[in-house]
């Protein structure tokens, strides 16, 4: 169920289902389908419920598989080619896994898929939930915004077809490398949720009217008393921000 690869008129929203209870995931599913343009099957879900559970859900409405690949240039490979058969739009590894790493995903990609139903491959950058502080505990004395960028510039070079980072970097990755990456947003959360375990937070209109192709929301749908309800007016305040 890929939509085609290429700009979106207006930001999209991706609903992440977050469990590893099949039961709960089909639900979430159904009620969200048609009010959500995506869903996002991560390590939760697929770890838990497995590889033909994620290609069920994908032949049901379009999945972003958000597996974040990273190893040593082959692996990733063959890894990419064996997640084939689960009909994504979006997939992602890390930028930090470096050039040569990047480009045999994208050699993979484009080896495994149709040219007509290609998911867009996506380099995360920097971790919503990671800080300068917490960047710097593992050796990078640049700033959240310096790293994504220069995470960026390896990755769009390598062939990424975009990236993963906060809303606030959504601003410099535009001044610097236009419109053409295509921007997957997560750490949204609407005015008044809790920010959990993310750190570099923004609310649905902010991040539209900054530029993101995509916006990933979870626990303030999948947690709502009425998620479709809930899903339904963060489309609303992305639509009233463009």
Not at 28 to 41: C, H, R, S, T
Not at 50 to 58: I, N, R
């Amino acid at each position: 169920m890929s939509p085609p690869n290429k700009p979106a008129p207006r930001t999209r929203l991706i609903a992440a289902l977050d469990t590893a209870d099949i039961t709960q995931a089909k639900n979430w599913a159904a009620q969200l389908a048609g009010v959500v343009d995506a869903i996002k099957l991560g390590m939760e879900f697929v770890y838990g419920c497995g590889f033909d559970a994620a290609k069920d859900l994908s032949r049901t409405q379009p999945v972003f598989l958000d597996l974040k690949l990273h190893d040593i240039p082959n692996t990733v490979s063959h890894g990419l080619k064996s997640l084939a058969s689960i009909d994504a739009c979006l997939l992602t590894i890390h930028a930090a896994g470096g050039r040569e790493m990047i480009a045999r995903a994208r050699e993979a990609i484009d080896a495994a898929y149709p040219a007509d139903n290609r998911p867009a491959l996506l380099a995360v950058t920097v971790l919503t939930s990671m800080d300068a502080v917490g960047l710097r505990e593992i050796g990078v004395a640049a700033t959240p915004a310096e790293q994504v960028l220069r995470l960026a510039d390896v990755a769009l070079r390598a062939g990424a077809d975009g990236l993963v980072c906060s809303a606030q970097e959504i601003t410099p990755i535009r001044q610097e490398f236009g419109a053409k990456p295509t921007l997957v947003v997560p750490g949204i959360r609407p005015a008044g949720s809790q920010s959990h375990d993310q750190k570099r937070v923004m609310t649905p209109g902010e991040a539209a009217r900054m530029g993101a192709d995509w916006i990933v929301v979870g626990r303030p749908i999948t947690q709502a008393p009425d998620p479709a309800q809930t899903a339904r007016a963060i489309q609303d305040e992305i639509l009233a921000a463009t």
